[in-house]
């Protein structure tokens, strides 16, 4: 059976912060931690459990007074529990925050004084290796330029828009080219909102053909070259760095 913790809030949220994981007990802590630091009556927090069995759900219930849902059932994957997690999000806008991502700073006051017409709002992105600054141009057809750990979607965008379980690793960025092509409203902040690892799963090159089919769906078999041409050179690149070129 689902658990579930609820504070109450008479005012809507700002922003629903969701949070995905399963079996991430050395992670999900300092995640929790990260949004409890900015939990506010503006701040509504879900938290999606796929059925942990390794002490993870122990650590939300540590934290279950600063989460206002979470729920522990198997689910079909991460974009089909960020899908499930819309109905329980009432916030005008939903960040996604996942196991081992840090919450840095959110701009409530900047999200709530754009005008409906907005689709997203996306602030910048720590790494391990530098900061990772949000473009809304051509470039998004060779790579993902929205960081998803800073990108605030209108609730509404994504009830329009539900991830595609069909894209196992990059539906965010099937999301984010299919914005582009409607040509969506996507506005940009210069702040700093989280800090996400570089190691996971997205960055595996092993995934690379979903890539790549993904940009081909939307933009063609030129693109999808282009884009390969710009990873091989980003790849040479930096491959002579660590060379000390």
Known sequence: MPNAATIGSKDAPVVTIVTVVRNAVDEIEDTLKSVAALKTPAVEYVVMDGGSTDGTVDLIRKYAGQIDHWVSQPDAGIYDAMNRALPLAHGDYVLNMNAGDRLLALPIKALASQPDSVAAVCGEVETEDGRVRPRWDRSIRRHNTLPHQGCFYRRTTL??????????????????LSLYAEGCDVRLLPLVVAFHSVRGVSNDSRHARELFDIIRSHCGNRARWQAWLYFKIQGLKSRWQKQGF
């Open 159 to 176: 009830l329009r828009h539900p991830y595609d379980l069909r894209r196992r690793v990059f539906a965010d960025y099937d999301l984010n």
